[in-house]
């Protein structure tokens, strides 16, 4: 449970980070439109911490951290969402700073972006599995 409760302050941490650099960058660079920065600090929260928190309250009463494919769900989930974020960044600071992008560098943040999501989709996928499979301690 530990684990899961070091995660979530993580994810935290980095979420506030995230928050901070959003207003100060858009701020700095006097950009008053939409942009993708904004997403990153809510994703770290809401997908981050909260899901973390969540599972560590899961543990508690259960054997979900001694399922099998919990290891792999906690390590594709970890590996998908920072890459995930990283994406909002790029996408983001690109929107900010203005600038022009080809197709088909579009094209490629766009797929790139795609596939973390649907790396974030296989560990929630597996989550749910571990979820499925587990014995209530009383």
Not at 74 to 101: D, E, H, K, S
Not at 102 to 121: E, F, K, P, Q, Y
Request: net charge positive.
């Amino acid at each position: 449970m530990k684990k899961l409760i070091n995660t979530a302050f993580i994810y935290a941490i980095a979420a506030m980070v995230c928050g901070i650099f959003y207003r100060g960058f858009t701020k700095s660079m006097s950009f008053d439109g939409r942009t993708t920065l904004a997403f990153t600090h809510l994703h770290l929260f809401a997908l981050g911490t909260m899901v973390f928190l969540i599972l560590a309250l899961f543990s508690l009463k259960t054997d979900l951290l001694m399922q099998k494919k919990f290891k792999a769900f906690f390590l594709t989930y970890n590996i998908g969402l920072p890459l995930m974020v990283v994406m909002f960044f790029v996408r983001g600071i690109l929107q900010v700073l203005g600038t022009p992008l080809s197709a088909g560098m579009n094209a490629a943040i766009s797929g790139i972006a795609g596939i973390t999501h649907i790396i974030l989709g296989i560990a929630i996928v597996l989550m749910f599995l571990c979820l499925k499979d587990v014995t209530i301690n009383k």
